[in-house]
């Protein structure tokens, strides 16, 4: 199966900060890049994804910057809230391989 | 609508029993799947289908076995629990799967084996 890494384990930042969440494929033929947010207790939800003919898209607070040359993506929290304090999934996607997740980064936002 | 439900939400088994996790979703989706999740693992995909009365398998399959007979529902089951098979498992369900597409999560079900 191929491997999706995602780094950091776990983020702290204050409120008001940016948080960046950097993750890495190995598999050139993936063409679906989301980030799925799950709040404890529950089942994660979709939050923003990208395809590999654009490099960045913004939704809201949220960016995913994309580098396709270097397998790397990563999403941006900007002006990051408590409310935002959640643990983030990234993963890739391509048809015939399905989905395969990152371990997940656990963000906690400071009041 | 619903969405996506699980049940049971809760499970405590002891090795060598079995159960059935049933997945039921209300937005006509073709595609459904069962993941399990483990700290540090993030989400691995057990089995999946891509339309009633089909199933096929996933990443970590070993220990499961899975049936699609109504398009709304989707069955996980355990035949001989083992420790190993301790974790959250989260049914998922989407609209296609050619070209990537939003997964709805259910709530998912904390299963502990003795």
């Known amino acids: 199966q191929q491997q999706v890494k995602q780094s950091p384990q776990s983020l702290i930042v204050q409120k008001g900060g940016i948080s960046i969440i950097n993750c890495a494929y190995e598999n050139t033929a993936f063409d679906y890049f989301p980030w799925y947010q799950q709040f404890p207790g529950k089942g994660p939800a979709l939050l923003i994804a990208?395809?590999?003919?654009?490099s960045e898209k913004k939704e809201g607070r949220f960016t995913i910057s994309f580098n396709k040359s270097a397998k790397q993506f990563s999403l941006h929290i900007m002006d990051s809230q408590p409310g935002d304090s959640a643990t983030y999934f990234c993963?890739?996607?391509?048809?015939?391989?399905?989905?395969?997740f990152g371990p997940g980064t656990r963000l906690s936002v400071l009041p | 609508n619903a969405g996506v439900t699980q049940t049971p939400k809760f499970r405590v088994l002891k090795t060598g029993q079995s159960m059935t996790l049933l997945c039921a979703q209300d937005?006509?989706?073709?595609?459904m799947y069962w993941y399990r999740q483990d700290p540090g693992m993030g989400l691995r995909l057990i089995h999946y289908s891509v339309g009633e009365g089909t199933t096929a398998k996933g990443e970590v399959p070993d220990g499961y076995n899975v049936s699609r007979l109504k398009k709304q529902n989707f069955l996980l089951g355990l035949e001989s629990a083992a420790p190993s098979q301790t974790s959250v498992y989260f049914c998922a369900s989407s609209y296609s799967q050619r070209g990537g597409d939003e997964q709805f999560f259910g709530p998912g079900t904390r299963l502990t084996v003795l």
């Open positions: 937005m006509n989706h073709e595609y």
């Open positions: 993963a890739a996607y391509n048809y015939g391989q399905n989905f395969v």
């Open positions: 990208i395809r590999p003919d654009v």
